[in-house]
């Protein structure tokens, strides 16, 4: 079956700007995963969602992110503001068990 | 809270070396082990993990890691690399049982020269 997809692949903004970021996981997983990969932190996690529900947002950098999820499937991940500190691959990942199934990532550039 | 250490950042190896990258977590109690992999242009994968029961555990691709648990240690070996095994390599650990994010390392980045 289809893996864990992610769109936009690519995405450049200007400083100051709002993005929102895609990830469309496996079908019937229950569990939603971002991630953030930037060179120099590695891969630091953000914030889960089991069914619609947040139960951890401790990853979040700032109340600048935000993320949703809804019918227990597609999330989005918004960014306010966006500086360039957060230029990075944002990474999703779902899982229905404890392997987590990553997506190809959403590289994001701030200029 | 938990971290993990991959105490070689980059490493260069020949083709039919023997590969063994370190990592160490500081949880204390039960944890998830997981070991995954980033080729060139791809995204990452899952090589071998570790729940319970026998502290050697195989993967995919002649990989193999052993959990010792009072070293706090999970350490990726293969006995013979290809130059097909150049690719990032993440450590990662999930307080055990629950559902939680994965806490990785920062990687290392392994090079075979053919």
């Known amino acids: 079956g289809a893996g864990v997809s992610q769109s936009p692949s690519n995405k450049v903004t200007e400083k100051g700007k709002d993005v929102e970021l895609r990830c469309d996981p496996i079908s019937g997983h229950t569990a939603l995963y971002w991630y953030r990969q930037s060179l120099g932190q590695g891969l630091e996690f953000l914030i889960y969602f089991q069914g619609n529900s947040a139960p951890d947002k401790s990853g979040l950098p700032s109340d600048r992110f935000s993320a949703e999820r809804t019918g227990g499937s597609v999330s989005t991940l918004t960014i306010q503001r966006t500086q360039q500190e957060d230029s990075a691959v944002y990474l999703c990942?779902?899982?229905?068990?404890?392997?987590?199934?990553f997506g190809p990532g959403t590289r994001l550039t701030v200029t | 809270a938990q971290s993990v250490s991959q105490h070689n950042h980059h490493v260069i190896l020949s083709e039919a070396a023997s590969l063994e990258l370190g990592c160490n977590y500081s949880?204390?109690?039960?944890?998830?082990l997981f070991w995954y992999v980033q080729y060139p242009g791809q995204h990452l994968q899952l090589l071998l993990k570790?729940?319970?029961?026998?502290?050697l555990v195989k993967g995919i691709k002649g990989f193999e890691a052993e959990f010792i648990k009072s070293k706090f240690s999970f350490n990726l070996r293969k006995p013979s690399v290809q130059w097909s095994d150049t690719a990032e390599y993440f450590c990662?650990?999930?307080?055990?049982?629950?559902?939680?994010?994965?806490?990785f390392g920062k990687g290392t980045h392994l090079i075979i020269q053919p």
């Open positions: 990662a650990v999930r307080e055990g049982g629950g559902a939680d994010g994965l806490t």
């Open positions: 949880y204390g109690g039960t944890v998830n």
């Open positions: 570790y729940f319970s029961g026998d502290p």
């Open positions: 990942a779902s899982t229905s068990s404890y392997e987590q199934y």
